[in-house]
């Protein structure tokens, strides 16, 4: 017997090609929509037993947010999600948000149709090799890539900061001087601390490293600050 169902997808081409499919195989489907962002609109105003859920970043914040709100305004409505693997992360966060089960974006029709069952008998639609992958990584978090830029610049004074934003842009000791209002001196000091900040030997590569590490796009306009004492 055919189930109701709607297939929701951000990129309307997808949800069409799998609700025709599915339409030949005998299911009801009330609608292919995009983007996801809408579907907890429609599933509480047209209340399927099923919604297919794709999603092509299923471990962004916010993605399975309609899923948290058709869980409580249409509990009776079950989420699958359409989603690429490997995406542990993604795969955790279907579940934390109510999804009842997950499918990789490349199964066939019959894998889509096995979820579609279970999901409806109220049984958790996912391949244990999936749900194995989750938990390894939840449990064995894989490390973060160090973000350069940010370390970098948590090394830096605002003052500092400043000094080499305009390095970057190739002032050189006299205009540095006279854009901060402070003596040539101090300006001197100010860029060798820099460099020596950032392990650089040249003003060359320390400009080099800030566009590197995307360091001077993290470095917000500051406060004028007062001018250094000269002496």
């Given amino acids: 017997m055919g189930v109701r169902l709607m297939v929701i997808d951000d990129h309307r081409l997808l949800a069409e090609a799998l609700?025709?499919?599915?339409?030949?195989?005998?299911?009801?489907?009330?609608?292919?929509?995009?983007?996801?962002?809408?579907a907890a609109e429609l599933v509480v105003s047209r209340a399927p037993e099923i919604c297919l859920f794709g999603t092509a970043a299923p471990a962004e914040p916010g993605t399975f947010d309609p899923i948290v709100r058709i869980?409580?305004?249409?509990?009776?409505?079950?989420?699958?999600?359409?989603?690429?693997?490997?995406?542990?992360?993604?795969?955790?966060?279907?579940?934390?948000?109510g999804a009842a089960g997950y499918v990789r974006h490349d199964e066939r029709i019959e894998g889509v149709e096995r979820a579609i069952a279970k999901a409806r008998a109220g049984e958790a639609a996912i391949a244990p090799q999936l749900l194995q992958g989750a938990f390894a990584e939840l449990l064995n978090p894989a490390a973060q890539p160090d973000d350069e830029g940010r370390r970098l610049l948590q090394m830096l004074t605002p003052r500092e900061v400043e000094v080499l934003v305009r390095v970057a842009e190739g002032e050189d000791t006299r205009l540095i001087a006279a854009g901060m209002r402070i003596a040539p001196s101090t300006a001197r000091t100010h860029v060798q601390r820099v460099l020596m900040k950032l392990g650089?030997?040249?003003?060359?590569?320390?400009?080099?490293?800030?566009a590197r590490t995307g360091l001077l796009d993290r470095a917000a306009p500051g406060t004028p600050q007062e001018p250094d004492s000269v002496g």
């Fill in 71 to 97: 869980r409580r305004e249409r509990p009776q409505t079950a989420v699958v999600v359409l989603g690429p693997v490997p995406s542990p992360r993604g795969i955790a966060a279907a579940f934390a948000a």
């Fill in 19 to 38: 609700a025709s499919a599915l339409k030949l195989r005998g299911h009801r489907v009330l609608a292919a929509a995009a983007p996801t962002s809408g």
């Fill in 200 to 210: 650089v030997g040249s003003r060359l590569e320390a400009a080099a490293l800030a």
